[in-house]
């Protein structure tokens, strides 16, 4: 493929911002399990481009997501990441007040001050919402089709249940990246480096043992070794049960990636799963939100052994780093350190594509990523 993303795709405002529209702010994101909503009034917010939303249970059990913003004067309705408002949502500024359906049920001083007003006109904005293996997505577009975006990875899904009794939910970790999104997703999806960038915490492995397959706007990446496909093999399923996890794995090797474009990767293995959500920040700036989840023999908060763990801030960031990334033995300061180093060298002016490799299991995917973002962020 030439059409190559340019340079400017990963450090200039102007493509920032056209990001945000075209591709964010018409994409599916992760928000939260359904777990997250046990409650009516339960809600989480997400950013999605420059569009704030939030997911929230209703009274009848339903899942409704909406923009989060009062239909008076703009006043955001729900703060924080997550939280119960309880059985109606109220503007803070004047106490225009919402059904958790998002109708506009109450507005004070209505005769006196609107009279005209017609309540049935300005209930909240929505946005969609979608639900994959308790996974939920929003998206800004009220009628964006969810299946059609998730049908691809039918039948090829992981066998994690979340709702298992044995599943615990860690402590989320928060990544400040200097990398535009973009380059943290190559990396992500890029078999090649794995041998070598991370020799002494995954150590491999090698470019032939990759095996990436498409799924539609998705990809799903596995090792091999021997020919043998290490994705969710059916002795781990058995072993695994309902959950798709156990304590020692009798498969070594065995790893995962899902790659939900644009923005989401899933990684399950036999002890866990997590799940990443890219949040643009800039133009080459970004922040990766985290969430995992753990078997009962694990710890569910790790963040005090996490290199750049800022405790003040609950932050990572390279700022806070007090050894080399590459002696710290983790293999996701390793990634963040050399996407911190590539967006460094698109910053410069000398520089210009290099060759990808031509092997599917080495660098393809970052050519399909590219040809899949290529229709959305087209200048």
Excluded at 145 to 167: N, Q, R, V
Excluded at 284 to 298: A, E, I, N, T, Y
């Amino acid at each position: 493929m030439s059409e190559r993303l340019p340079k400017e795709a990963y450090t200039t405002a102007a493509w920032f911002e056209t990001e945000s529209k075209t591709v964010f702010g018409q994409a599916w994101t992760f928000v939260g399990t359904t777990h997250d909503f046990a409650q009516a009034g339960d809600f989480r917010t997400v950013m999605c481009g420059a569009d704030r939303l939030f997911a929230v249970r209703d009274k009848e059990g339903r899942l409704n997501a909406f923009h989060n913003h009062c239909r008076h004067r703009g006043a955001e309705l729900v703060d924080g990441e997550n939280g119960n408002c309880g059985g109606a949502l109220v503007c803070p500024y004047h106490r225009w007040t919402y059904g958790l359906d998002g109708a506009l049920r109450g507005v004070p001083n209505k005769r006196e001050c609107f009279p005209d007003l017609d309540r049935t006109e300005l209930g909240l904005l929505p946005a969609a919402v979608g639900v994959f293996k308790d996974l939920v997505f929003v998206n800004p577009d009220a009628g964006a089709d969810f299946e059609t975006w998730i049908a691809p990875l039918m039948g090829k899904e992981w066998p994690h249940d979340l709702s298992a009794s044995d599943i615990k939910d860690a402590v989320p970790l928060v990544y400040d990246m200097k990398c535009d999104w973009k380059v943290y997703v190559e990396n992500a999806i890029d078999g090649y480096h794995l041998a070598y960038l991370h020799e002494n915490t995954l150590g491999g492995p090698l470019p032939g043992m990759n095996e990436w397959e498409r799924a539609g706007q998705h990809m799903i990446w596995s090792a091999t070794e021997d020919g043998i496909r290490h994705r969710l093999p059916q002795k781990i399923r058995d072993e695994a049960g309902s959950t798709g996890m156990i304590e020692s794995a009798s498969t070594p090797g065995y790893g995962g990636v899902y790659y939900l474009f644009p923005s989401t990767l899933v990684v399950p293995t036999p002890y866990g799963m997590s799940v990443s959500s890219l949040q643009p920040v800039s133009a080459g700036r970004c922040r990766m939100h985290v969430r995992q989840w753990v078997g009962p023999w694990q710890s569910t908060d790790e963040r005090a052994y996490i290199p750049g763990y800022d405790k003040a801030s609950g932050i990572i960031s390279s700022e806070h780093w007090t050894k080399p990334p590459l002696e710290t033995g983790d293999f996701q300061t390793e990634d963040v350190w050399i996407c911190e180093k590539v967006q460094r060298g698109l910053e410069s002016p000398a520089y210009r594509h290099g060759p990808l490799s031509q092997g599917a299991g080495a660098e393809d995917p970052i050519r399909w990523f590219h040809e899949t973002l290529a229709p959305s962020s087209h200048h």
